[in-house]
Nanobody, 120 residues
Framework: QVQLVESGGGLVQAGGSLRLSCVVSGSIIRANVMAWYRQAPGKQRDLVAR???????NYADSVKGRFTISTDNAKNTVYLQMNSLKPEDTAGYYC??????????????WGQGTLVTVPS
């Protein structure tokens, strides 16, 4: 069974840093796209950062210059380095991946979510 396993959330003071990790568990050929989304209470889930297998990235305007997404393709892992955290970054952070399990089969996966809290 292929799934995403996240780690790294927690409570951090404003201005601090956290790094989230998400590993693809199970047998895949490759992860074509990996991304992080976040969802604050009562709000929709929004894209935070996305990276393709070719290394192309895009970020939400609200995190540009503060967050960095990266991957270790050999380990099927995606990271989100979050610096200069603000109270408005408080949310559940969810890992997403589009993975190839065979030459022609693809899966879209979501992690279970990890909570990031930045007190005001």
């Amino acid at each position: 069974q292929v799934q995403l396993v996240e780690s790294g959330g927690g409570l951090v003071q404003a201005g601090g840093s956290l790094r989230l990790s998400c590993v693809v568990s199970g047998s895949i050929i490759r992860a074509n796209v990996m991304a992080w989304y976040r969802q604050a209470p009562g709000k929709q889930r929004d894209l935070v950062a996305r990276i393709t297998i070719g290394g192309r990235t895009n970020y939400a305007d609200s995190v540009k210059g503060r967050f960095t997404i990266s991957t270790d393709n050999a380990k099927n892992t995606v990271y989100l380095q979050m610096n200069s955290l603000k109270p408005e970054d408080t949310a559940g952070y969810y890992c997403y991946a589009e993975v190839a399990t065979t030459r022609y089969a693809y899966l879209e996966l979501w992690g279970q979510g990890t909570l990031v809290t930045v007190p005001s």
